[in-house]
């Protein structure tokens, strides 16, 4: 299989300009629909790419399980997107944004935001939040242009975890030196648990 570079640097550039303008208009201190104009006018500028992880697990859970050359394709995207991140994260870093040495913010508790503490709660409400999300974003770009996605995205974002950010938190870690292997962990369950999400989501579809 030869390398498409051109869709690989798409990636890079799509992660890149994530990092450095959408993510930080999501969450309480944020405007949610500057993060929408801006993630849709990224994925615009970005044809062909899938600029988030999610969209990369999504496309590999919903295709051919089996087709290995697809497979090192969305391999080489995440890759792609996290170098597009790493480059993000040191210029903010060298600018003296703070924002950039939080990586916290999307490690989504799958298991429930709480459980850690032992909180009475239901320590499946995480895992069915982001299979929901997965399954609503799936059939949403399915059905929808590019734009409408994008909106639905920022809106699902806190149910999303790393599959919005988590090319941000890899390369946060990469370049601060963190704990790598939790973040990759988050970043692969979590697309794993969309993409399963959006996968059973086009199942229920074809029955409607």
Do not use: Y
Request: one cysteine or more; charged letters at 15%; glycine letters at 16%.
């Amino acid at each position: 299989m030869e390398m498409d570079w051109k869709t690989n640097m798409a990636e890079l550039g799509g992660a890149f300009l994530v990092s450095l303008l959408v993510l930080g208009e999501i969450g309480d201190d944020g405007n949610m629909v500057m993060a929408g104009l801006l993630l849709a006018v990224t994925m615009a500028a970005m044809a062909g790419a899938h600029v988030l992880p999610m969209f990369t697990w999504i496309s590999a859970m919903t295709g051919d399980l089996q087709d290995t050359d697809a497979w090192i394709g969305n391999v080489m995207r995440l890759v792609f997107q996290m170098l597009g991140a790493c480059v993000a994260v040191v210029l903010m870093a060298e600018g003296g944004d703070v924002a950039a040495a939080e990586p916290d913010m999307w490690g989504f508790e799958l298991w429930g935001p709480d459980a850690a503490e032992g909180a009475d709660v239901n320590n499946m409400d995480g895992f069915l939040m982001m299979l929901g999300a997965g399954a609503l974003i799936g059939v949403i770009a399915g059905r929808c242009d590019g734009w409408m996605t994008a909106f639905a995205v920022v809106a699902l974002a806190g149910s999303l975890g790393a599959g919005v950010g988590g090319a941000d938190m890899m390369a946060t870690e990469l370049v601060g030196g963190g704990n790598i292997a939790e973040a990759a962990s988050h970043w692969i369950v979590d697309g794993v648990v969309i993409g399963v999400g959006a996968m059973l989501g086009g199942m229920l579809e074809e029955q409607l």
